[in-house]
């Protein structure tokens, strides 16, 4: 996230605005605890800022439920029409607008990756938790089916206990791969995700590049510093006055593919030469 926010003020400086200077920004950290969201946003509202930047789903609609006048941006909300943040991407039509990292679509590219990495690939497992992903789980059951692989879900609680337990379930379904749901508690279990798909000898796939930066096997998905980077555009353009609602949501139109051949080598994996050839980048 520190990364994130990074490229978030760098453009922002670029647009005159610099913090401490003519902008002040405060920051506030649910750190996976989602009971605390919505006393973070009245905790903002009370303080009457001019804007409120998010970067998810629960945390926009968190904001939302806690104002209708206060202007809100999403950095990387996948689905707002559907979470009913918005009215639709072209005519928001409310104080809501911003960035869409287009999840839903995403995870059936990840899935098609999957096979073409894995290339007798049968099984797939999808490692979830409950009351967070069973939107993810339907709307990949239909890509399952076209690509001829069986979808197996895998409920886990985000804990060590809870995620093995999840690897030894997916080693006795015999998947030959996983995903993972896209959300921000799996984001930050990411570092042990990755160790227990060494350990267990399972080809991967994950939604950000930090996974891969943990030593995970691939990753596909939006390019977020380009979207946080395009948040401080939206940012700019209400603090001089346009309205929420005048302000399309823009889907996600940079992407990262990234391979590491060094977990690929871990779990005795060999990645086919045509799908190394389609990745942005390759870690050897």
Known sequence: MAGLLEAFRQE????????????TIEYRFAEQKRERIPELAADLVRLKVDLILVTGGPLALAAKNATTTIPIVTTTTGDPVGAGLVASLARPGGNVTGLSSLVPELNSKRLEVLKDAVPK???????????????RLKELRPAALALKLKLEDIETQLDATGLESAFKTAKQKQVGAIMTNTSRPFFAERKRIVELAGKYR?????FQKEFVDEGGLMSYGADFDDLFRKAAHYVDKILK??????????QATKFEFVINLKAAKQIGHTIPVDLLARANKVIK
């Open 202 to 206: 399972l080809p991967a796939i994950y």
């Open 12 to 23: 922002l400086s670029k647009l005159g605005w610099i913090e401490g200077k003519n902008i």
């Open 241 to 250: 006055g346009t309205k929420p609602a005048d302000l399309p949501v823009q």
């Open 121 to 135: 690939l049968v099984r797939v497992g999808f490692l979830w938790q409950a009351g967070i992903g069973q939107d």
